[in-house]
Structure formats: C-alpha cells, structure tokens
T-cell receptor, first 115, second 114 residues
C-alpha cells in the first residue's frame, strides 16, 4: 500500500500565479480531507469529501481556493491567484468510513511558498 | 464550531520519565478523540484514539484518558525514549453518518533529553 500520495512535494511560485495541488487517496477509501498547516494557526481543515461529494467547505479561506474530486482516486486543491499568506504545508488525508472507525491517513504534504 | 485547546506547547522530559499532554474541547457533541504524532517533514500519524463510550485506553507505553463531563482528555507516555521526540496533536470530531473532519489542537513539541 503506497499510502496517500501528494504532488508536488514542494512548490515555489510568485504572487498572482495559479497553484494546483494534487492528491491520490488510499485505494478503497471513501473520504478525503484537505488540511493546511502554519506556525500561527496550526492544522486547519479546509474541506472534505465523502464519496466524491464535498460535505463541508466552511474552512476554505476565501474564493481564491477551490477543490475538486472528479473520481474516487484523485483530488485537487487550487489557489488562484496565490498570495504570500497562502504559504503553508498542505496535507491531504483519506479514510474509510465504516461505522465508528474512521482513522485518517495523512499524506506527506506539499510545502507551498508564494513569493 | 469545535475549539480544541492543547497544553503545553513545549514539553521537555528526561529519557525514561513520563510525559503528559492535556487537551480540552468545547463541543459536547464531539465523541471521537484521536492523537497524532508528527515527525519532521512528515504528515501526522495516528498513535491512539478514544471514543466517548470509554474513559481510558492503553497501548503499550501510551495511554489516553477522557473526562466527558469536564470535556478534557490527556495523552500519557511512560518510559519515554529518544524516538518519542516529535510534535503531538490532539483532535476532536463527531462520528455521524459519514466521516467528519478533525479539529486539531495547536500541538505539543515533545523533547526527550538523553
């Protein structure tokens, strides 16, 4: 099992550019989560999907952020246009919801730097 | 929404001693409380979790206690070892009909002194 796969691992871009982060969840998992980690705010939930449907996007900071999950094996988080304050580590996590058991498995993260 | 407070932010203990990290939560509907360990450059990894129908759970050197009345839960690590050095996060969520997002505490940087 390869675990949750995220790409790229590192991204450096200039303010105003579009950034797309990618995630491949663990095969068979039916829930996918996007988190953002910064020193100031810690780990924050941005959005999560269940069976490819967005359930709660209340954590998405503003309209510049969007997320999609076109199928069970792929999700993207897009920032357009990017700003320096978007610099953070973005984690994708997946889980298989089965009753009361829903351990979330995290990917290695994408470190985003916006200059 | 849920708010999780975690203390201390940094904890330094001698190797072999015990470490305790404490968290409080605000939403009485939360019923799932996992603890994650994050090593440098990696994503968080689940080390233990507890649900609201139990008050304590142990797994070798790690234990977690939950007090639903007071809305607080704690992580206990005994006989600490150098490999325990990492950042530890507590979290809370509600397990309903579908998986739920986690609300994390700000983390505790645990340092094991040799």
């Amino acid at each position: 099992d390869a675990g949750v796969i995220q790409s790229p691992r590192h991204e450096v871009t200039e303010m105003g550019q579009e950034v797309t982060l990618r995630c491949k969840p663990i095969s068979g998992h039916n829930s996918l989560f996007w988190y953002r980690q910064t020193m100031m705010r810690g780990l924050e939930l941005l959005i999560y999907f269940n069976n490819n449907v967005p359930i709660d996007d209340s954590g998405m900071p503003e309209d510049r952020f969007s997320a999609k999950m076109p199928n069970a094996s792929f999700s993207t988080l897009k920032i357009q246009p990017s700003e320096p304050r978007d610099s953070a580590v973005y984690f994708c996590a997946s889980s298989f919801e089965r009753g009361a058991y829903n351990e979330q498995f995290f990917g290695p993260g994408t470190r985003l730097t916006v200059l | 929404g849920e708010n999780v407070e975690q203390h201390p932010s940094t904890l330094s203990v001698q190797e072999g001693d015990s470490a305790v990290i404490k968290c409080t939560y605000s939403d009485s509907a939360s019923n799932y409380f996992p603890w994650y360990k994050q090593e440098l450059g990696k994503g968080p990894q689940l080390i233990i979790d507890i649900r609201s129908n139990v008050g304590e759970k142990k797994d070798q050197r790690i234990a977690v206690t939950l007090n639903k009345t007071a809305k607080h839960f704690s992580l206990h690590i005994t006989e600490t070892q150098p490999e325990d050095s990492a950042v530890y996060f507590c979290a809370a969520s509600k397990i309903g009909g579908g998986a739920d997002g986690l609300t994390f505490g700000k983390g505790t940087h645990l340092i094991i002194q040799p």
